[in-house]
């Protein structure tokens, strides 16, 4: 059974930064494909960011240029910097396993249970 925990949420001013983290159980981290989500109240669960095992990377377009995903295969972790924070990210940010670069929720199969971003204004 794999497990995904996300850390690092809080609340940040406009114009601040986050760093989410999103350790991973299970010897295998190295080979899939891992995404970031958010959900914010009301609205549905949209792509935020992923990363293939090579290291690709993907955003939304919404985030592309504030945004980045990276990985460390050696510590089954994988991370969100966030930076240049508005306050409609206010969300939670969940973490996901895939087998490729997807921005649809139903090509992971493993979820954290997420970790709430709030940025005032």
């Known amino acids: 059974q794999v497990q995904l925990v996300e850390s690092g949420g809080g609340l940040v001013q406009a114009g601040g930064s986050l760093r989410l983290s999103c350790s991973a159980s299970?010897?295998?981290?190295?080979?899939?494909?891992m995404g970031w989500f958010r959900q914010a109240p009301g609205k549905e669960r949209e792509f935020v960011a992923a990363?293939?095992?090579?290291?690709?990377?993907y955003y939304a377009d919404s985030v592309k240029g504030r945004f980045t995903i990276s990985r460390d295969n050696a510590k089954n972790t994988v991370y969100l910097q966030m930076n240049s924070l508005k306050p409609e990210d206010t969300a939670v940010y969940y973490c996901?396993?895939?087998?490729?670069?997807?921005?649809?929720?139903?090509?992971?199969?493993?979820w954290g249970q997420g970790t709430q971003v709030t940025v005032s204004s």
């Open positions: 996901a396993r895939g087998n490729t670069i997807a921005t649809v929720s139903a090509q992971y199969d493993y």
């Open positions: 990363i293939k095992w090579s290291g690709n990377t």
């Open positions: 299970g010897r295998t981290f190295s080979v899939y494909t």
